[in-house]
T-cell receptor
C-alpha cells in the first residue's frame, strides 16, 4: 500500500463551492505539506505542519485553509473555489531534521469551472 | 523570484546519451535535493547532497554542488526511455525549514 495517499484523485467542481482534499500517511512522519503545481511549473508551497498543533502558511496560502486532524492526516480546504485554483495538488511528508527527504502522494487533479 | 532555477527548461536526447541538468540558487542552503516527476504523478526523491559535499553518486546519477557558485548539476548517464520525466531541484534554505522547488527540466529520451 502507498505510504502517502490522497483523496480524491480527481475532482471537478464549480466556482464558489467548498472543496476538501485529504491526505493520509503511514510513514509516521511529523511533518506534512501541501503543494500546488500549475502546468509546466514547479511546486508552490501552500501550507505546512510540523506536528499536530502546528500550522504554517506557505507562499500561496490565500484562498486555502488546512486542518491537521492527527499525525497521519492533513486536509486542505478551498473555502470558495475559483477557476484559477485549477491545478494539481500534492501532499508530502518528511521526518524531522533539516528538510529531510519529502515523500509525495499521487496528487489530486482539481478543476474549477 | 525562484530560489532554484533550472536550465535547460527542456532537453531532448537519444537513448544511451548522457543528460545534464543544472540548478542555480540564491541563498545559503543546508542541502540540495533532486526529484523526478513522471507525467502528472507525485515527485520521487532521487538524491540529496549536503552543503559540505561536492559530489555524490547513486547508480547512473551523479550530482555535483558548487556552493561558491550556488549551483548544482544532475548527470544521468547512459539514458533510457524510462528516464523520460521532469526533474526538479529543491533547496533546503538555511533557517527556512522547508524545501523550495525549482521549475524543473523536462527530459525526453528518444528511442
Amino acid at each position: 500500500d502507498a505510504d502517502v495517499t490522497q483523496t480524491p484523485r480527481n475532482r471537478i467542481t464549480k466556482t464558489g463551492k467548498r472543496i476538501m482534499l485529504e491526505c493520509s500517511q503511514t510513514k509516521g512522519h511529523d511533518r506534512m505539506y501541501w503543494y500546488r503545481q500549475d502546468p509546466g511549473l514547479g511546486l508552490q508551497l501552500i501550507y505546512y505542519s510540523f506536528d499536530v498543533k502546528d500550522i504554517n502558511k506557505g507562499e500561496i496560502s490565500d484562498g486555502y485553509s488546512v486542518s491537521r486532524q492527527a499525525q497521519a492526516k492533513f486536509s486542505l480546504s478551498l473555502e470558495s473555489a475559483i477557476p484559477n485554483q485549477t491545478a494539481l495538488y500534492f501532499c508530502a511528508t518528511s521526518g524531522t531534521g533539516n528538510a529531510d527527504t519529502q515523500y509525495f502522494g499521487p496528487g489530486t487533479r482539481l478543476t474549477v469551472l | 523570484s525562484q530560489q532554484g532555477e533550472e536550465d535547460p527548461q527542456a532537453l531532448s536526447i537519444q537513448e544511451g546519451e548522457n543528460a545534464t541538468m543544472n540548478c542555480s540558487y540564491k541563498t545559503s542552503i543546508n542541502n540540495l535535493q533532486w526529484y523526478r516527476q513522471n507525467s502528472g504523478r507525485g515527485l520521487v526523491h532521487l538524491i540529496l547532497i549536503r552543503s559540505n559535499e561536492r559530489e555524490k553518486h547513486s547508480g547512473r546519477l551523479r550530482v555535483t554542488l558548487d556552493t561558491s557558485k550556488k549551483s548544482s548539476s544532475l548527470l544521468i548517464t547512459a539514458s533510457r526511455a524510462a528516464d523520460t520525466a521532469s526533474y526538479f531541484c529543491a533547496t533546503d534554505v538555511k533557517g527556512a525549514q522547508k524545501l523550495v522547488f525549482g521549475q524543473g527540466t523536462r527530459l525526453t529520451i528518444n528511442p
